[in-house]
């Protein structure tokens, strides 16, 4: 019982148990469902008011439902698993499940249902925007419709009729605004359908149906569109066609002119009467109406093309246009026919008044023709007697010539006319022509004077020139017989050099003659050829005389002969004379040779030194080589005077050849003899080259034989089995004996060598003592060989030797080479690691503390401080990379047979390079929150302090040059404290010394110094929009000093101040430009700003310039700018206006040379001026030698477009009434009387306006560019015409900046012109490196230990400078990192200009 009891009760309490955890599971689920049912709950109450919602409300509502989902399917889930388990063992449970199952589906229902609804409000609002879009797009439309129309309503009103151009224009121009928006509108429409069309059906149809309606306002707009458009049109043709009929009008009015013009000139009389005053004047008058009309016409036609075009164009030149038009053309047409029938007639006058005018030209050209053939026959005829000198006969000639041309001229002329000549005129024609035949006659006569004089001066020239030649010839005859002299006076045998002298003279003299007399007869036959040309009696005349002067160069030819026969002869006898004492010079030489050869015996030889010998030697090739020329030259001699013989006359050739031969025999003897003695001394020299020889030989082998046993010697020591001895010495011992073994090897081969080659030189003697000596020669061979090859053997064994010594000293020094790179990677691995460690832990420390931090609940210190310290682990971060990168640097410079080791140590070198880099990037990320916050707290108050600084700093009333000269009492930069003590001085700033710092820090990091100080104090802005300057605060100020323009720098001097009134911000200052000082707007009332801040502007020198007192180059000059000095701005930059230079295209009147010049240069300075009394021809005219034209005579033919220049400017009215001027040529300096115009009318001269005179030299260029190469240089007075119109060119404007030197302080003003070229341009103290330059530690260039070499592309920040070192004159540096580590001094530029450091 008791065990049954104990069962139930443990039964009991399982099922107790169970009950319990299933109580407990529901409990948990039905909590679960309830936190689930209330996120659905929130859910639909998030949902209510979404009629009004925005945007945010709905992401709100859509993430509320979100999370009651996730909550609802997490719980569903876990329902639906507990019941899967619940339906194993049914109970209470399974319906408690089911229930909660349920629930569960039923706030998915409610859900689903907040779902919906929220979708279709989303829907509705993005149909709602839709909507308002598209209402936005008509609206523009619509209003730019409105805009149309108010275009429209003047041309309603009638208000345009000013105007109407303007009018159409801006109507088309709205009509393009119109048309665009209406496209735009209707484009957006159709998109925004599309989208409707996603919408559910509900909303898409109430939105389809507002788009539609805005879609049929759209296409009312178009139509009205449309309206306008046409109306336009129908202006447009209307304004045209007004403006074609007014053109056309006007060439009515003028072709009415010419026809009234035209009427007028039928007033001319019939041929043969003389013409009415006046009648020029009319026909001047309707060649002026002609061209008019013409003109008129052109126009009318013109618009005419054009408007049709433009009619055309539009589309619009249907109905009315076309015909309108067409009647504009027929009248046009109507006009061009009837000027057709004027113009005809206007020919025909003015042809009628030409014949009449010539008829009066061809009688004053007949006249004048006839006085000069009066003239010419006059000077033709003198009379039978006398007799015309050449130059009067030339000068007939060319009168008649010119008598004939002009005759011949005027008869064609008059045969012409007469063709197509009546009435009077033919017979006045007639009367001329049988003037002009008569004096055609008479000139017939006088030419044939003419020639008979010229026939008979050309005899008498022919005559003298003949008579001219021949006693030259006989002069030359004359000098051959005196050249003989010397042979005849008696002296039977001359001196060999004066005979010589003497028959060279007679030959020469005879060859001169010779010539003189072949030259004469030659000149005689020719011209007695050229008189058969002459008449009958003058060529009788003259060629009497020429024979007779023929047989005088007879006589003088036969003399010569005798004179050739006689010097020859005396030639032979000197030759042969001279061909003895050849023989006999030789014979000399061979003596001498032959006692030079009896001093060289066996007994001397052996007595005598080395030297004596070769001096002996040298004395016997010098006699033998004497002799030897001595023989060659009389060879030579002879065999010439042979070859000359064969020249001579029979007789004498015979007795010359055989005396020549003889003394040929005596030369041949003389040979051989020289022969014989040369083969003896021969001999004897062999003899003693034989005993020298043996003798040098012997001498050698003894030297060879003592240096072989030294050199063994010295190489014992090195052959000894213990070598430790050598390994412990320098290696220079073993090379020396090596190199005496191989010195000693070089003199024995040279020695043997030597041997072979005298051994060689014996071989080919045959016979005679050198034959004799052959055998000891082998044999001391022989010895020389034996000591090569012991000194062979004793190098090679030196050599093997020392190459095994080497190799063991080339080991010991590989094994300690290993060992030191063993060392050195240990220990760049071990100072790599340690440094990388430290690095890592400081970053991480910085890094773990930054995240805990939030930047916005720190104060500006404890900012501070985490930035310091960041700051310092990026250092240390750096500095450990640094020497990483300073280890693989070493590593990579060994250049050791060992290299190969360090490669270990290089793979662990780059981990921790990468190491650095990771932790460097995860300290960046880590503390770029805090960093970004304290830059800008930093930023803020170093603003604040800095503007309050200014403001206290302004009410000194002090220049910024004035504070920093007190400041820094005389140098060049402000420490810290002297800083802060400078500002506790000022008064009413209230600023704290820590925000005194930040703006110290700020401008002077590294020093304050004046480019810090000045960018500090003073504030400058930049305009963005144009406003005014004022001399008043307020902004309603009228007193306007000028315009402040666009990209203008300002220097604000007070402020800013905001106007009460208008809320505008306002600052006092001063316009860099001009200096223009007064107040601007800084920003308007709605906070746009009018200006912007920006720093101190600085400038660098580009390119060396001068710096003046004043804006103008011609002003005192400072000083030269030095490339890369640094510059204050202080003024400008100004623009300097510019006169234009004038230029002309001209020719010269002197010659046609074109070219250019210049009229006006860039100073205003005129270089020409239109030159007043310079007439041009207009129609060919006579200068005539006076006034009268009756008692005139012809100075010059003016042609068309002469110039001539006034000499007397008042006019003069000769006999006949005709106006004339006094000219002279401008081409040919003559000077005459000119008619300007003709009694007809017509004008010959006028006064010219295109011709200039230089007021001072200048220069004729070929182009008009100033660089263009100079043709000439003209002076002042010359005269030229203008071919073209004058030319401006506008220079490039002078900009001027006035600046001070930051080196020494010096004012002035720099002028250039802008543009690439210009050697100013802007300055920041930031570089970049442009190629490898030292970094030294001190400002001098010179003797400073450079710290390294920057690298291309590396950026600096200039902590100090440019400044130039005293010493070389360059421009340098004080360079600093970007992160602010200062490096050291480093030069800009090169001596030879290469550029190292460029501003960035």
């Known amino acids: 019982m008791l065990r049954r009891s104990l069962h139930h009760t443990k039964q009991f309490g399982r099922i107790m148990n169970n009950v319990c955890r299933q109580k407990k599971m529901y409990e948990e689920l039905s909590n679960k469902l309830a936190g689930a049912e209330i996120e659905v709950e929130k859910a639909a109450m998030m949902t209510a008011p979404l009629g009004g919602d925005s945007v945010e409300g709905l992401k709100e509502t859509e993430n509320a439902l979100a999370a009651a989902q996730s909550a609802l399917s997490q719980t569903t889930r876990l329902i639906e698993t507990k019941l899967g388990s619940a339906e194993k063992n049914p109970g209470p449970l399974r319906d408690e499940l089911k229930a909660l199952q349920e629930r569960g589906s039923q706030a998915q229902e409610k859900l689903n249902e907040v779902r919906t609804t929220v979708k279709d409000t989303q829907v509705r609002g993005a149909a709602d925007r839709l909507l308002r879009d598209v209402s936005e797009k008509v609206s523009m439309a619509e209003d730019e419709l409105q805009r149309m129309s108010e275009v429209e309503l003047p041309f309603l009103r009638g208000d345009v009729m000013d105007d109407v151009d303007s009018a159409i224009a801006e109507a088309d121009k709205v009509t393009v605004k119109v048309h665009a928006a209406l496209a735009d509108g209707q484009a957006f429409v159709a998109k925004k359908l599309i989208e409707v069309s996603r919408f559910t059906e509900g909303p898409a149809r109430s939105a389809k149906e507002e788009i539609d309606m805005l879609q049929k306002r759209l296409e009312e707009g178009r139509a009205r569109l449309q309206q306008f458009k046409a109306a336009t049109a129908d202006r447009k043709r209307v304004r045209l066609l007004e403006e074609v009929e007014g053109k056309v009008a006007a060439a009515e009015a003028e072709v009415q002119q010419l026809r009234q013009g035209t009427e007028a000139l039928q007033s001319i009389g019939p041929a043969g009467q003389a013409l009415e005053e006046g009648v020029a004047e009319m026909v001047e008058q309707a060649n002026l109406a002609e061209r008019a009309a013409e003109g008129a016409t052109v126009v009318a036609r013109k618009c005419l093309l054009q408007k049709t075009a433009d009619l055309k164009r539009l589309a619009i030149s249907g109905s009315g246009a076309g015909s309108d038009l067409g009647k504009l053309q027929t009248r046009l047409n109507n006009m061009l026919q009837e000027m057709t029938k004027l113009r005809s007639l206007t020919k025909e006058a003015e042809e009628r008044i030409r014949v009449k005018q010539l008829l009066s030209e061809v009688s004053i050209r007949l006249d004048s023709t006839e006085k000069e053939v009066d003239k010419v026959v006059a000077s033709a005829l003198p009379g039978a007697e006398f007799q015309l000198s050449s130059e009067a006969v030339e000068q007939v000639e060319r009168a008649t010539s010119s008598a004939q041309t002009k005759l011949s001229t005027t008869a064609k002329l008059l045969d012409v006319k007469l063709k197509n000549a009546q009435g009077f005129m033919k017979d006045e024609l007639a009367g001329m ?76 003299t005879a060859s001169s003659a010779q010539k003189a007399i072949t030259e004469a007869r030659t000149f005689i036959i020719q011209k007695l050829t050229d008189a058969k040309n002459f008449s009958d009696v ?192 320098p290696a220079e011992g073993i090379e020396k004996i090596d190199s005496y073994v191989q010195e000693v090897h070089a003199k024995c081969q040279e020695a043997a060598d030597a041997m072979d080659r005298k051994a060689v030189e014996v071989a080919a003697v045959k016979q005679g003592p050198l034959e004799q000596v052959k055998g000891t020669l082998m044999q001391q061979r022989t010895k020389f060989s034996a000591e090569l090859a012991k000194i062979g053997a004793l190098r090679k064994r030196v050599s093997m030797t020392k190459a095994a010594v080497l190799q063991l000293k080339k080991e010991e020094l590989q094994r300690v080479e290993e060992e030191k790179c063993k060392a050195l990677a240990a220990e760049s691995v071990a100072k790599g690691t340690a440094a990388i460690d430290a690095a890592e832990a400081k970053a991480s420390k910085v890094a773990d503390s930054a995240k805990l931090v939030l930047p916005e609940q720190q104060s500006l210190k404890e900012l501070t401080s985490i930035n310091n310290a960041t700051d310092e682990a990026l250092e240390s971060l750096a500095q450990a990379q640094s020497v990483v990168a300073q280890a693989l640097g070493q590593h990579e410079a060994y250049k050791g047979a060992a290299r190969s080791m360090l490669l270990e140590a290089r793979v662990e070198l780059k981990k921790l390079a990468v190491r650095a880099s990771i932790a460097e990037r995860k300290l960046r990320t880590a503390t770029e929150a805090v960093r970004s916050a304290h830059a800008q707290i930093l930023k803020a108050l170093t603003k604040k302090a800095r503007d309050t600084l200014r403001t206290a700093a302004r009410k000194l009333n002090k220049t910024i040059d004035e504070l920093f000269d007190q400041v820094a009492s005389g140098k060049d930069q402000i420490t810290e404290p002297i800083f802060l003590k400078f500002v506790r001085s000022l008064k009413g700033h209230g600023l704290k010394d820590e925000e005194v710092s930040l703006v110290y820090k700020q401008f002077g990091r590294y020093g304050l110094r004046k480019i810090g100080f000045v960018k500090a104090l003073q504030e400058f802005a930049r305009c963005e929009k144009a406003v005014a300057i004022t001399s008043g605060a307020d902004a309603s100020s009228k007193d306007v000093v000028r315009q402040l323009e666009q990209g203008e720098l300002f220097e604000i001097s007070e402020g800013p101040v905001t106007d009460a009134a208008t809320q505008v911000m306002r600052v006092r200052g001063r316009a860099l430009r001009d200096s223009a000082a007064g107040w601007v707007t800084f920003q308007d009332g709605q906070g746009g700003p009018c200006m912007k801040p920006r720093e101190k502007p600085f400038l660098c020198v580009s390119r060396p310039v001068s710096m003046h007192e004043r804006f103008d180059d011609a002003s005192p000059a400072v000083r030269s700018l030095q490339v890369d000095e640094v510059l204050e701005l202080l003024e400008g930059p100004r623009e300097e206006t510019t006169t234009p230079e004038i230029h002309l295209r001209i020719q010269l009147c002197k010659d046609p040379m074109e070219g250019w010049i210049t009229l006006q240069d860039g100073e205003g300075k005129k270089i020409a001026a239109q030159s007043e009394g310079i007439y041009v021809c207009k129609a060919t005219i006579a200068m005539t030698d006076v006034l009268d034209l009756k008692r005139c005579k012809v100075v010059h033919k003016v042609e068309i477009g002469e110039p001539l220049l006034v000499i007397n400017a008042q006019e003069q009215k000769d006999s006949a009434a005709i106006k004339r001027l006094k000219f002279k040529g401008l081409r040919h300096d003559k000077e005459g009387w000119v008619t300007l115009k003709g009694n007809q009318g017509t004008t010959y001269m006028e006064a010219s306006k295109s011709h200039y005179k230089l007021t001072k030299a200048t220069q004729l260029r070929q182009e008009m560019a100033q660089d263009s190469p100079i043709l000439r240089t003209l002076e002042a007075g010359v005269v030229m015409e203008g071919l073209d119109s004058p030319k401006e060119v506008h220079p490039d404007p002078k900009m001027g900046i006035r600046m001070r030197s930051l080196e020494d302080g010096k004012l002035g003003w720099v002028s250039f012109v802008a543009g690439p070229e210009a050697p100013i341009r802007p300055w920041a103290p930031r570089y970049t490196c442009k190629a490898p330059v030292a970094l030294t530690k001190a400002l001098a260039a010179q003797g400073v230990a450079a710290i390294r070499l920057t690298e291309v592309g590396e950026k600096f920040e200039a902590v100090e400078g440019p400044t130039r070192d005293k010493a070389t004159g360059l421009q340098r540096v004080r360079c600093a990192t970007m992160e602010g580590v200062v490096l050291g001094w480093a030069t800009l530029r090169g001596t030879e200009g290469e550029i190292f450091l460029e501003v960035s």
Not at 577 to 586: L, M, R
Not at 609 to 619: E, N
Not at 626 to 639: D, I, S, T, W
């Open 433 to 508: 022509r049988q003037r002009i035949s008569q004096a055609e006659t008479k000139l017939g006569e006088a030419i044939n004077s003419a020639s008979e004089q010229k026939e008979r001066l050309q005899a008498s020239l022919l005559v003298t020139q003949a008579q001219e030649k021949v006693q030259k010839a006989e002069a030359e005859v004359q000098r051959t017989s005196e050249s003989e002299l010397p042979f005849l006076k008696g002296i039977e045998v001359l001196a060999a050099a004066e005979a010589a002298k003497a028959i060279n003279a007679c030959e020469a």
């Open 538 to 729: 003058v060529c009788d005349t003259c060629t009497k005389d020429l024979l007779s002067y023929q047989k005088n160069l007879d006589v003088g030819a036969s003399k010569l002969t005798e004179l050739k026969k006689d010097t020859m002869e005396r030639k032979r006898k000197i030759q042969i004379e001279a061909s003895g004492e050849k023989i006999s010079e030789v014979e000399s030489a061979i003596e001498k040779f032959k006692s030079a050869v009896a001093k060289f015996t066996e007994e001397s030889l052996a007595e005598a030194s080395a030297d004596d010998a070769r001096s002996v030697c040298d004395d016997i090739g010098q006699t033998e080589q004497e002799a030897q020329a001595r023989v060659a030259a009389a060879r030579k001699f002879l065999a010439q005077r042979v070859q000359e013989a064969k020249n001579f006359p029979e007789a004498v050739r015979v007795s010359a050849s055989a005396e020549l031969m003889a003394l040929n025999g005596r030369l041949t003897q003389c040979q051989a003899e020289l022969a014989k003695v040369s083969k003896q001394c021969t001999q004897q020299e062999q003899r003693f080259v034989a005993q020298k020889l043996v003798a040098d030989a012997a001498s050698s082998l003894e030297k060879l034989q003592a240096d072989v046993e030294q050199a063994s010697k010295m190489a014992a020591p090195i052959f000894a089995e213990d070598r430790s001895e050598l390994l412990s010495k």
